[in-house]
């Protein structure tokens, strides 16, 4: 079975320009032997997905499931929900949708992580978040899965005044990946933000595309993306913020950085505004460098050994992301999270 060979399927192009750079044709064409769901471990009801998406990449895991599980969080909750997505079978496709709906009022964190023990296998994860008037979210997802495996992961967002949202992407895997992240931003003083860390190594290639629009007064959006790139690792990151006549007085903030630590290593940023308005703020940048070389003499100075320098501003680097999370619970998950402990 081949994605590639599925019947109208309108599969994006690698010449089209929300794809450029991103090379999928591994993927479709890989011959799978099955296409599997990936349930999850809590008892969650099924509803249909009739979801207006965008992006094309939603509708590849909608062809070989158009249902999705529902978590509804209706209340406050002390400590993160951690959810789990674990491929197991060799060359399986696997699709795994999923609503999340934070209600009126309430504050939630949920750690999601992709990992895998599998070899040649393939996830496709549709998200669609929901969250509600005054409601508060701390989503991190971590993907760790291993090379020759491949994770199509599709979140759409959907906000109600005075909401917030906050994201951090953590991509450790060495397989391809390709994120997608749309937010349509239709209400009232809503706050969006989206922090990602890319470490990038071996041959892995992650790529990003971001999407939002202002549709309504007072919203802010921040787009961060740290990039550490080693060996022949690859990143795309294409931000897009629009921002509509409707979207008086928004923030629309993007920026990405990246180190490249070896010759072969790749990156491709593209920070885009669109912009129809004079009343906003806005601003975006992308950087692309090697670690300071001052830095580490610096240390090197102050009887830091060459190596421990490197890793220390390394280290400084791409913690800046991990900074940006809220809730201690998270950064000590994070600080102590292995692979090894979820296979």
């Given at each position: 079975m081949q994605i590639a060979n599925i019947e109208n399927l309108n599969l994006p192009q690698k010449r089209e320009e929300e794809f450029l750079k991103i090379d999928f044709a591994p993927l479709f064409n890989f011959d799978f032997k099955e296409h599997k769901t990936l349930n999850f471990t809590l008892d969650?009801?099924?509803i249909k997905d009739d979801e207006d998406y965008e992006?094309?990449?939603?509708?590849?895991?909608?062809?070989?499931?158009d249902t999705k599980k529902v978590l509804t969080i209706e209340k406050d909750i002390d400590e993160p929900l951690v959810l789990i997505n674990h491929i197991k079978d060799n060359e399986t496709l696997f699709s795994n949708n999923l609503l999340i709906e934070i209600?009126?009022?309430?504050k939630a964190s949920i750690i999601e992580i992709f990992i895998n023990s599998s070899k040649n296998s393939s996830i496709l994860?549709?998200?669609?978040?929901?969250?509600?008037?005054?409601?508060?979210?701390?989503?991190?997802?971590?993907?760790?899965?291993a090379t020759?495996?491949?994770?199509?992961?599709?979140?759409k967002v959907v906000q109600d005044d005075k909401s917030n949202l906050e994201i951090s992407n953590f991509e450790f895997g060495d397989g391809f990946c390709?994120?997608?992240?749309?937010?349509?931003?239709?209400?009232?003083?809503?706050?969006?933000?989206?922090?990602?860390?890319?470490?990038?190594?071996?041959?892995?290639?992650v790529s990003?595309?971001?999407?939002?629009?202002?549709?309504?007064?007072?919203?802010?959006?921040?787009i961060n993306y740290k990039n550490s790139l080693l060996a022949s690792s690859r990143a795309v990151v294409k931000i897009k913020s629009i921002v509509t006549q409707n979207g008086l007085y928004s923030k629309a903030f993007q920026n990405c950085n990246s180190i490249l630590l070896s010759d072969d290593a790749v990156i491709f940023a593209q920070p885009f505004l669109e912009i129809f308005i004079d009343e906003l703020e806005a601003s975006h940048g992308t950087t692309t460098g090697t670690l300071n070389k001052d830095q580490l003499l610096y240390l090197q100075a102050r009887g830091i050994s060459k190596e421990r320098a490197y890793e220390m501003l390394l280290e400084a680097f791409e913690n800046s992301i991990k900074d940006n999370i809220?809730?201690?619970?998270?950064?000590?998950?994070?600080e102590e999270y292995k692979k090894e402990s979820y296979i």
């Open positions: 969650l009801k099924t992006s094309k990449l939603f509708s590849i895991a909608n062809r070989f499931d209600k009126n009022g309430v994860a549709n998200r669609t978040i929901k969250v509600e008037k005054d409601a508060s979210l701390e989503y991190i997802k971590v993907q760790d899965i020759e495996n491949s994770l199509i992961y599709s979140c390709v994120n997608s992240f749309e937010n349509k931003i239709d209400s009232l003083e809503v706050n969006y933000e989206l922090n990602g860390l890319n470490k990038l190594r071996n041959s892995t290639s990003t595309l971001v999407k939002t629009t202002h549709n309504n007064q007072s919203s802010r959006s921040n809220k809730d201690e619970k998270i950064k000590q998950f994070l």
